[in-house]
C-alpha cells in the first residue's frame, strides 16, 4: 500500500500512552517485528542490523504493523494499558480493501482488547467485517489466545446469537484444515449461549455442502465512519457466507447433529451409505457417532450399521474402523471376519490384535 506517510516512534509512544520506560521495549519490538516481516516475505533478515532505520519508511503499513504488534504484546516489558493502546492503533489503521491494509495478527489485537475490557459490540463488527475476506482469519495467533478469543466471540451476548454464529461459521470454514480446526468446531457447538436449533442448521449447512440459513440482523448505521462501513459491507458477507466446509467440518457436522439431538438411526441411515466428497471422513463420523451412542440404539441397530460399514468398497481404513468397532462391542467374532477382507492391511491389522489377545 503506497503512501507519503512516515512512522514516528515519539509519535507512536505517545499515540498508545507508553510510559517513558517503556520506550526502549516498544523501539525493539519494533525492530524486530520489521525483522519477522522481511523474513516472512523474504526469507532472510533483508536489512539486518540497519533494520531500524526502515521504520518511517515500513511502519506505518498496517499488515507490516501488525508484526511489531505481535512482539508489542507478548512482551513482559510492556504494561497492559500500553498493549491495549498498540491493539487500539490495529483498529484505527485498519483499511478496508486495500492491500496490506490489515495488520498482520489481527485477531491477536483482537484477543488482547477483549479480555481487558475495552472491545464494544460495535469496534468487534467493524474488525469482522473489515477483515471478513481474509482466507487466515488466526494467522500470527497462538493456540491458546485463538481458543479464548473464540470462546469469548461465541458467549459475547452484546452481539445477537445469530450473528456469532455467522462470523464463527465464517472464521471456522476460513480456518480450514489448520491446527485446533477441530476444537473450534467443539467450542462452537457446545456453546449453551446460541440456540440449539441454529447450531443444528450450522451442522446441516456443513454436511449439505451449502449455506447456513441463520436469521442475521445487518446493524443500521450510524454516525461513525466505522459504523457506516458496516452497514454498507456486512450484508455482502453474509449473502456470500462459505458454503464449501473443510472436511472437518462434515465430519463433525454429523457428530453434533447426534450429540445435539438428531434421531440417531436415522442419521446413521442417511450417511452410512455416502460415497460423495468427504466419503471417507463421513463413514469416520458414523463409527464415532456409534461409539459415542450405541448404548441408545438397539443391538440390532447397531450391527446393522456395522455391517453396512464393512461392506464399503472404497477404502480399507475406513472398513478397519468398523471391524474395530465390532469387535470392541461384540467380541473376536469380528476379528475372525477382518482376516477374510479383501485389502491385505485389514488382515495384517487383524492379525496383530488377534495376537495381542493371545
Not at 209 to 215: A, G
Amino acid at each position: 500500500m503506497e503512501s507519503d506517510e512516515k512512522f514516528v516512534p515519539a509519535d507512536f509512544y505517545a499515540e498508545i500512552g507508553a510510559e517513558r520506560k517503556e520506550e526502549h521495549a516498544l523501539r525493539q519490538d519494533l525492530v524486530r517485528g520489521l525483522k519477522d516481516y522481511y523474513e516472512t516475505a523474504y526469507g532472510y533478515d533483508k536489512y539486518g542490523a540497519e533494520t531500524i532505520f526502515m521504520l518511517p519508511e515500513r511502519m506505518h503499513q498496517p499488515y507490516i504493523y501488525g508484526f511489531a504488534l505481535l512482539r508489542i504484546l507478548h512482551d513482559r516489558r510492556i504494561s497492559s494499558a500500553t498493549k491495549v493502546g498498540a491493539a487500539q492503533r490495529a483498529l484505527q489503521v485498519l483499511t478496508y480493501g486495500a492491500d496490506g491494509g490489515l495488520p498482520y495478527g489481527l485477531f491477536a489485537a483482537l484477543h488482547v482488547l477483549a479480555e481487558n475490557g475495552r472491545l464494544s459490540a460495535s469496534d468487534l463488527r467493524y474488525a469482522l467485517v473489515v477483515s471478513a475476506g481474509d482466507s487466515d482469519p488466526f494467522r500470527g495467533i497462538d493456540k491458546p489466545w485463538m481458543l479464548r478469543f473464540f470462546r469469548w466471540l461465541v458467549a459475547n451476548g452484546d452481539l445477537p446469537a445469530a450473528e456469532r454464529l455467522f462470523w464463527a461459521h465464517s472464521i471456522i470454514a476460513r480456518h480450514g484444515e489448520q491446527p485446533a480446526a477441530a476444537k473450534l468446531i467443539d467450542v462452537l457447538m457446545a456453546s449453551e449461549e446460541t440456540p440449539v436449533e441454529d447450531r443444528r442448521e450450522l451442522c446441516q449447512a456443513w454436511v449439505h455442502f451449502r449455506q447456513p440459513r441463520l436469521l442475521v440482523v445487518e446493524p443500521e448505521s450510524d454516525d461513525t465512519q466505522r459504523g457506516a462501513l458496516v452497514a454498507e459491507h456486512m450484508r455482502f458477507w453474509v449473502a456470500h457466507a462459505p458454503s464449501w466446509p473443510s472436511s472437518g467440518m462434515v465430519r463433525l457436522g454429523i457428530v453434533w447433529l447426534a450429540r445435539l439431538g438428531e434421531n440417531l438411526y436415522d442419521l446413521l441411515q442417511a450417511y452410512i451409505g455416502f460415497a460423495d466428497t468427504y466419503a471417507e471422513q463421513v463413514h469416520g463420523a458414523v463409527v464415532q457417532v456409534l461409539t459415542e451412542h450405541h448404548d441408545s440404539l438397539s443391538q440390532a441397530q447397531v450391527k446393522s450399521i456395522i455391517e453396512q460399514g464393512l461392506r464399503l468398497t472404497g477404502s480399507s481404513p475406513t472398513r478397519r474402523k468398523f471391524y474395530r468397532l465390532g469387535a470392541d462391542l461384540y467380541g473376536a467374532e469380528y476379528l475372525e471376519r477382518a482376516n477374510t477382507d479383501t485389502a491385505g492391511s485389514v488382515r495384517q491389522w487383524a492379525a496383530r490384535q488377534k495376537q495381542k489377545l493371545s
